[in-house]
């Protein structure tokens, strides 16, 4: 079992930064590849980051890469999501995700999900 919990979201104006976390409870992530995902209202939620379980491995989608990290701190049991240049079209909940396998990009092949946390940047 793992628990996964979002934090730092909030409120930002276009072009600032924000680092998200994802803490772990229950087990460590050390053996889990792990995932960030949003979804905005009244749309899917997409694939944003991933990470596999080293850390030596990373994705972004397109519309994120050269602004957003992710990284890991295995022995903290934290996965960070640092956010630069934001975005309006980067408002949303953001969720992390963790899979107890290889990396992935595709959101149907995690296993456990955090409950989301709120990033919105103003114009």
């Known amino acids: 079992q793992v628990q996964l919990v979002e934090s730092g979201g909030g409120l930002v104006q276009a072009g600032g930064s924000l680092r998200l976390s994802c803490a772990a409870s229950?087990?460590?992530?050390?053996?889990?590849?792990m995932g960030w995902f949003r979804q905005a209202p009244g749309k899917e939620r997409v694939f944003v980051a991933a990470i596999s379980w080293s850390g030596g491995s990373k994705y972004y989608s397109d519309s994120v890469k050269g602004r957003f990290t992710i990284s890991r701190d295995n022995a903290k049991n934290t996965v960070y999501l640092q956010m630069n240049s934001l975005k309006p079209e980067d408002t949303a909940v953001y969720y992390c995700a963790a899979r107890a396998s290889i990396l992935t990009i595709r959101r149907e092949d995690y296993d456990y999900w955090g409950q989301g946390t709120q990033v919105t940047v103003s114009s």
């Open positions: 229950g087990r460590p992530l050390s053996n889990y590849a």
